[in-house]
């Protein structure tokens, strides 16, 4: 079973910026595609973004231009660098990692992201 740890979440005013980490302990950390998912209050989990384990990066439309996703495979570590950030980016953002072999997927515990003035 492998841990996937979240951090950098916090409370932000808007057009402020945060870095989320996530550092996992899965077996051969270039063979997953990792993504961050987020969850607002009364709303269903939702896909931020995603990197590929060849680079490529996907993001949701509301986040386009705003979020950068990247990965350091040295350090087991995916990032999410979100600028100009928005009342409704409140939520609190998960880390997922999915095997590209086998198809199985760890979640981390979340962390909270506030924007509010």
């Known amino acids: 079973q492998a841990q996937l740890v979240e951090s950098g979440g916090g409370l932000v005013q808007p057009g402020g910026s945060l870095r989320l980490s996530c550092v996992t302990s899965v077996s051969i950390f270039s063979l997953y595609h990792m993504g961050w998912y987020r969850q607002a209050p009364g709303k269903q989990r939702e896909l931020v973004a995603v990197?590929?384990?060849?680079?490529?990066?996907n993001y949701a439309e509301s986040v386009k231009g705003r979020f950068t996703i990247s990965r350091d495979n040295a350090k087991n570590t995916v990032y999410l660098q979100m600028n100009s950030l928005k009342s409704e980016d409140t939520a609190v953002y998960y880390c997922?990692?999915?095997?590209?072999?086998?198809?199985?997927?760890?979640w981390g515990q979340g962390t909270q992201v506030t924007i509010s003035s």
């Open positions: 997922n990692a999915r095997a590209s072999n086998t198809g199985i997927t760890f």
């Open positions: 990197i590929t384990t060849a680079g490529g990066t």
